[in-house]
């Protein structure tokens, strides 16, 4: 059996459900054609607009689906999930509302704390007790799990987690109550077997997400096999990687967050295909904005959160601020212009579109200072109103004491403000993830793919030493296209907290269970072994150290530590004794991506895409600048900035000194000038 | 007037130097203290020693970290790549566990070094020494303790200073432990400095200057604004701690609060002196405990700096609970007395601005240490940890459950974390049902958390609110009173808030936290 190909079977789709789109890419293998649409959501039932998208396909003996899909992460935000109990070992009942014992937020005095998915009364203790070696301290007392079943009933509990202290040294307590409520007809998650990794509050935190959106999932899911008979379904993975539903369905928390996810899959294979393997993603959008890294292999961690629960599977990593086009300007206390985190949102929008607005946005700025057209926007199916941005600038600038730049009038200056405080917040995200990650922004290319994106991304990369921007053509369906080119991919992991002097072949030893595992599961998706790859690592900490380092399984691993440690830390402690915490697993199935086509370069002159000039503030003063029109742009030509490149989804800003060039993939790469002007 | 614009954005520039610095500490350091517990502070300073941006790390640290690099300032000269220790809670510390390192920032400009300012972090560590393991011990003057550090230099000229660095080795307990965190802190030092020197070389070292003394100023004038919507008047208050673990008898802590316009007085006089027992405050706690609350009344949403408490004035008369003198014994006044401090002036306030004042919270950080010799390894450990329990209710809300409040925001230990490291277990780690206040609005219950021994340990014991109640606003009841209970061979024996005890293996420690006040009559 061969591994699922882009290019051996009939159609793939990869559908992105948005919180306002639903987006559809559509890859035909015998044409090598892509197609791309949008179809309003239907946020009560996801489906719906999955199902009438499809409708409008040429119906195919096979097809193929790869979605994203944001049912299990709404389902936590809403507190819609299943009804979710949890057993815990005695004494520990408590263990999600007292969490980590901290307060979200340091300085407020009324901190509004998430409850817990389980509430207290759906929560229950079985008298049972192993020691950190899995040695039995007090036996499982299997007579109270009867008590247990018989109100589980009463309550119609749909969903049970399951997860005791120390149950990933020995999962016996647990595999036998699980086993219990599995023949009584109960969903059951085991931590044991979702995350076997220490600490007991992100492994139950984990698991209680999975028992509560599993069957949700499983319920929509089972809703798109009925009514879409001879369709394979996948899921994109929170990690990335694609899964089928078969495997998905028992296993929901590896779907959150899956939706961001697929628009830095496909930002990496776009960038890839232009040679770029270090990249920083930057999707700028209404209200919020996602960065995330890409060094090779895509930046994911283990310690994300949704709704207030920690879940510890590999998610990409995704840093948000809420810093948008739809960002409100105001002035503070202490006289200092604001930007965000309040936002216009969708409704009633920026004033300049009309919609009851009065507030200015940073939307509105870029209107004010002529860098978004009116009449271009959104492909020119929607206008901008210029004069009622001017109004509410002028308004706020009347309670700001602004510095005055000569040729400009203060709304611009204020305008120019609120971009560059905008920029203030997203250099700090990406700053986050790559310094703080211990990456340098400077080797990276700026890959920016948000609607409200391409009119800061020239001015970020400049404060971040970036020297390219790179903007693809397929930006707002970028996340649906990432589907297509995600790999398989599966993550394992066992703690296993073994000594110093652990010798290689025994951490080998202790990765074979997993490694089978994997191979199995990936025989599952149709990966051949020949198409498959196994990555061992284990995480490695100095002992007394809290935080482990990842590094590949190998005979040297220890010295590996130690370089790692020193670059990523600046200090290594060669003496010092370590300990191996976790062994972990990554089955990867190479999938090959849609084929894109690849355009000979033409020449450089952009005259034909090029229409009028226009007045445009352009750092301090105001001058014509040339528009280019999108679907005029073709590989080959080049662009010196001042210009504004006028796309269907997004408007780019080139500043003075930056230059773009459309690569034979018709993405636009832009060199970022050093200076401003 | 600054320019509303680019203040801003050096506002973000300049506190993201301090959370850069935070997220290096952390990464890099060794004990759990301050990786899982992340039990420390970053913060950037100007030339004169005036904190600039502070990164949100734990409330204890925030007026108190200027002082510790002024008195670096006032005793050493600085060279190029010098970095300062110093932990001495009379010299601008809070306790000796908390080790702050300061360096400062040069840069060359036309060929002249120019002292840009400073970067700082202050850490807990696990042990400074003393008379008990942890270094939290029920001590009757500092020099039982720990090494108390004065400012004096770990590196010099880049170079580390070998003969400071052994004489602190050999003056703790866990060396290893103590030589890694250190070396975090001089990374994240390092990594702050990098930044300055990156941001000073992109914006020039005299604009840049401009800006902090911009950003002091901007935080002035919104912190008395923000004021100057508070009612005038003068309000008093008082509460008392249960004891200092020695003498008999409450410590009463009283206080007015003085708003007229856009200033503030806090005025401590009145306030019983200091103690034999370490409940004693230094001046700095009770600094940062007044900046702690009028950040979290006034919704300060900026980044803590020096500015914020220019439009404060406190009088702290020397030799009391708030403004300890030397050698008073200070373990417990930065953890306990901070809280207490931070209830009076929550009560006082409570009468200028009802609505934005909740209940007492539990009003202290139950601090345990735990210390013996690790027969599974041959090797001694020092454990340390403090628990959570009831927040108070507000006008519109029930107060929060099992949680750190006001002074400190630390993260439990995990249990399956602990159980590796350490030869004793839990045995119950649950919510202390019915122990919070009632009212319309519920105060937040406390913690229970049992701890079964397995070898023999040396415990400290520094709580509070054992006999003092966490009180209750407008007719709502007060918070149960934390209790500390020892099951020694079947016995069960009630022990007081403030107390070192020897247990053996089998034994079992039971530690009640306290509930937080209700709010309104029920």
Known sequence: MAIPDNHQHGSWIGIDIGGTFTDFVVYASHSQSLQRFKILSTPSNPAEAVLEGLLQLPHQVSRHIVHGSTVATNAILERKGARTALITTKGFRDVLLIGRQDRPELYDLFPSIPPPLVPCEWTFEITERLDYEGNIVTPLNEIELDAIIEELKAQKIQSVAVSFLFSFVNPAHERWVTNRLRAEGFFVTASSEILPEFREYERTSTTVVNAYVSPVLDAYLGQLEREMASTEFHILQSNGGRLSVTQARGHGVRSILSGPAGGVVGARYLAGLAGFNRILTFDMGGTSTDVSLVHGDIHVTSEAEVGGCPIRVPVVDIHTVGSGGGSLATVDAGGNLRVGPQSAGANPGPVSYGRGGCIPTVTDAHVVLGRLPTDGFLGGKMALDRDAANRALDELSDHISLPTASGLESRHCLALGMIQIANAHMERALRVISVERGEDPREAVLVSFGGAGGLHACDLARSLAIPHVFIPPMAATLSALGMLAADVQLDYVHTVMLPNDTPFEMLEQQTKAMVKQSEEDLHREGVSPEQAVIIRTVDVRYIGQAFDLNVPLMPQFREEFDRVHQERYGYCQEDAPIEIVNVRVRAIGRVTPPSILKVPLGAADATAARGEERPVVVSQGIQGVPHYWGDRLRPGHEISGPAILVLDDTTVYIGPADHARIDSYLNILIQVGASND | ?522
């Not at chain 2, 919104?222 to 701690?241: H, K, S, V, W």
Request: net charge negative.
């Open chain 2, 1 to 522: 007037m600054t320019d509303p614009i680019r203040t801003e954005i050096m506002k973000h520039r300049l506190v993201s130097v301090a959370e850069e610095m935070g997220a290096r500490l952390q990464r890099a350091a060794f004990s759990p203290n301050i990786k899982e517990r992340c039990d420390f502070s970053c913060a950037v300073f100007d030339a004169s020693g005036n904190l600039v941006a502070q990164a949100a790390h734990i409330p204890v640290h925030l007026g108190a970290m200027p002082l510790s690099v002024q008195a670096c300032l006032e005793s050493l000269s600085f060279a190029p790549g010098d970095v300062a220790i110093v932990n001495d809670p009379y010299r601008g510390g809070t306790h000796l566990p908390d080790i702050t390192v300061v360096s400062p920032i040069f840069v060359e400009e036309e060929s002249k070094p120019f002292l840009l300012g400073f970067v700082a972090n202050r850490a807990h560590h696990a042990d400074i020494g003393g008379m008990s393991a942890g270094s939290m011990p029920l001590s009757q003057e500092i020099f039982q303790e720990g090494l108390i550090i004065p400012p004096v230099k770990l590196m010099a000229g880049g170079k580390k200073n070998d003969d400071v660095w052994r004489l602190l080795m050999a003056n703790v307990r866990t060396p290893e432990e103590r030589s890694g965190d250190l070396q975090a802190q001089l990374a994240a030092n390092h990594i702050g400095i990098a930044r300055m020197q990156g941001m000073g070389a992109r914006f020039g070292f005299q604009s840049l200057a401009a800006d902090m003394d911009a950003l002091l100023q901007y935080s002035e004038r919104m912190t008395g604004r923000l004021i100057g919507q508070l009612p005038n008047g003068c309000y008093r208050f008082e509460d008392a701690l249960d004891n200092d673990g020695f003498s008999p008898g409450p410590a009463v802590i009283r206080v007015s609060i003085t708003i007229e316009g856009e200033h503030v007085t806090v005025d401590f006089s009145g306030t019983d002196r200091q103690r034999p027992g370490s409940i004693n405050a230094v001046y700095p706690v009770t600094l940062s405990a007044v900046a702690y609350v009028f950040r979290c009344v006034l919704g300060l949403d900026i980044p803590a700096n020096s500015g914020c408490l220019r439009p404060i004035h406190i009088i702290a008369p020397e030799g009391t609970l708030v403004n300890a003198s030397r050698p008073a014994a200070v373990a417990a006044g930065n953890v306990e007395t901070s809280q207490r401090i931070v209830d009076v002036l929550l009560g006082t306030l409570a009468q200028a601005c009802p609505n934005r004042i909740p209940a007492a919270s539990q009003g202290t950080m139950n601090n345990l240490t735990i210390g013996g010799w690790d027969q599974r390894n041959g090797r001694p450990f020092a454990y340390y940890e403090t628990i959570g329990g009831g927040m108070g209710a507000g006008p519109h809300t029930d107060g929060a459950s099992g949680r750190h409040s006001h002074m400190t925001n630390t993260l439990n230990t995990p249990v399956e974390a602990l159980e590796y490291a350490y030869p004793f277990r839990i045995a119950q780690y649950a919510l202390r049902e019915g122990s919070g206040g009632k009212g319309q609005h519920q105060g937040g219950d406390g913690l229970i958390r049992t701890y079964q021994f397995l070898q023999p340990a040396e415990i400290v014991l520094l709580s509070d609110r054992r006999i003092t109640k966490p009180y209750g606003l407008g007719g709502g009841e007060p918070g149960d009173p934390g209790r500390n209970t020892i099951k020694q061979s079947g016995a069960e024996k009630e022990v007081p808030g403030k107390c070192s005890l020897a247990v053996k293996a089998g034994d079992e420690l039971i530690i009640e936290t306290p509930g937080g006040g209700g709010y309104k009559k029920f």
